[in-house]
């Protein structure tokens, strides 16, 4: 059994908290490339603190930053990885899968023709019954009364206007989008390595 195995099965956080495993919950690793840099922006690269340790342990990853907690085997402290980075560089992929968080992510979550963030569907450009294909190229984010009112014809014919013409995004494009929608949570041990598109605090 991996050492980094039986310290989650027998990991306890140091201080006396009444919910040890709740509180374990809350503390995942922000995964770096070995580049330093985030494998994704949105959804963010965070991996169960479980699953750093063995990362750890495996020597796949660094630690770069820590919790102030502990998890404990029988004969071993160790303190919660809260960054860590791989040892082996990952290259993404040039383009990013086809799929429909993947398009509402290039569209930035909001309708296509309205700027409604509600409701969303997708719609595409020119429909099928006219030819249209199912591609990047060809379907845009449109909530469900843009989708309803445009039908079965093209934007020109409903008089309904695109905001931006739908193009194939690449992987570096995609995640520049996700750099647009930090999380609610951000670990103190994250900032350095994360760019969001917020504004400074003077």
């Known amino acids: 059994m991996f050492?980094?195995?039986l310290i989650e099965q027998k990991a306890r956080l140091a201080s006396a908290d009444d919910d040890p495993v709740r509180k374990l919950a809350s503390c995942p690793a922000l995964v770096l490339n070995a580049d330093y840099t985030p494998l994704s922006y949105y959804p963010l690269s965070l991996w169960p603190w479980q699953t750093a340790i063995k990362a750890v342990f495996l020597d796949r990853v660094a630690?770069?930053?820590s919790y102030d907690r502990e998890v404990h085997s029988p004969s071993l402290d160790m303190k919660i990885p809260s960054v860590i980075a791989l040892r082996e560089f990952v290259k993404p992929s040039q383009f990013p899968a086809f799929t429909r968080f993947n398009l509402f992510l290039r569209d930035r979550f909001c309708c296509q023709y309205c700027?409604?963030?509600?409701?969303?569907t997708f719609d595409h450009v020119v429909p099928r019954r006219l030819g249209g294909r199912t591609s990047w190229e060809?379907?845009?984010t449109a909530?469900?009364?843009c989708n309803m009112k445009k039908g079965g014809r093209t934007p020109k014919q409903a008089h309904m206007h695109l905001h931006v013409?739908?193009?194939r995004p690449t992987s570096w494009q995609l995640q520049e989008k996700g750099r647009g929608f930090p999380p609610n949570y951000?670990?103190?041990t994250w900032r350095d390595w994360?760019?969001?598109d917020i504004e400074l605090e003077e």
């Open 3 to 5: 050492r980094a195995e």
């Open 63 to 65: 630690i770069v930053a």
């Open 115 to 120: 700027g409604s963030p509600r409701q969303l």
């Open 138 to 140: 060809n379907i845009v």
């Open 143 to 145: 909530c469900a009364p």
């Open 165 to 167: 013409d739908p193009i």
């Open 186 to 188: 951000l670990h103190e």
């Open 194 to 196: 994360l760019y969001w």
